[in-house]
Antibody
Framework: QMQLVESGGGLVKPGGSLRLSCAASGFTLSDYYMSWIRQAPGKGLEWVSYISKSGTTIYYADSVKGRFTISRDNAKNSLYLQMNSLRAEDTAVYYC??????????????????WGKGTTVTVSS | EIVMTQSPATLSVSPGERATLSCRASQSVGTNLAWYQQKPGQAPRLLIYGASTRVTGIPARFSGSGSGTEFTFTISSLQSEDFALYYCQQYNKWPPLTFGGGTKVEIK
């Protein structure tokens, strides 16, 4: 059964840091492009970051650029999100999600077919 | 950035009735549009991609249509388990990937 499990969330003060992890099982992480998506309390979904299979192509939302760093360790079947300089507006449930393979380009489509259950990040003093 | 707008924000429907949700893109996304369902406390679940292709295992009562800037998601006969939030997402031009604000389908 394909599964993603996030961890590392918690309560942090403004300006602080957290590192989120996402462990994949039931499939080989290195075969897939991956994204982080977040959802603030009572709000909609916001894409945060994307990483290619090898880690050579990385994208960020403007709202987190320069503060967050996405990475992956394919040997450990794991995805990460290092979050620095956290702000109150970063408070959200953070989901890792598997992107779908685009057989025409060899890249990813951009829609997500497997999601983790999420980990909650609360930024508050 | 492509802005996705969903309407209505809330849709009140009786079980067994039809629900029709709309999603509009600020510029053409072709058919590069996905629909997700989210229930309280759960992660989103992919239902439809390519504007109209159902994911394997998704019941036929769920359907999607449209292209360009106007899209429709329909649940032909609402079941109790269908009351949830629904999001559209474009993947035609990114980054960033962008989602609509969601439509809550509630019991009338």
């Amino acid at each position: 059964q394909m599964q993603l499990v996030e961890s590392g969330g918690g309560l942090v003060k403004p300006g602080g840091s957290l590192r989120l992890s996402c462990a994949a099982s039931g499939f080989t992480l290195s075969d897939y492009y991956m994204s982080w998506i977040r959802q603030a309390p009572g709000k909609g979904l916001e894409w945060v970051s994307y990483i290619s299979k090898s880690g050579t192509t990385i994208y960020y939302a403007d709202s987190v650029k320069g503060r967050f760093t996405i990475s992956r360790d394919n040997a450990k079947n794991s995805l990460y999100l290092q979050m620095n300089s956290l702000r109150a507006e970063d408070t959200a449930v953070y989901y890792c999600a598997r992107d779908t393979y685009n057989q025409f380009t060899g890249g990813s489509w951009g829609y997500m077919d497997v999601w983790g259950k999420g980990t909650t990040v609360t930024v508050s003093s | 950035e492509i802005v996705m707008t969903q309407s209505p924000a809330t849709l009140s429907v009786s079980p067994g009735e039809r629900a029709t949700l709309s999603c509009r893109a600020s510029q053409s996304v072709g058919t590069n549009l996905a629909w997700y369902q989210q229930k309280p406390g759960q992660a989103p679940r992919l239902l439809i991609y390519g504007a109209s292709t159902r994911v394997t295992g998704i019941p036929a009562r769920f359907s999607g249509s449209g292209s360009g800037t106007e899209f429709t998601f329909t649940i032909s006969s609402l079941q109790s388990e269908d009351f949830a939030l629904y999001y559209c997402q474009q993947y035609n031009k990114w980054p960033p990937l962008t989602f609509g604000g969601g439509t809550k389908v509630e019991i009338k």
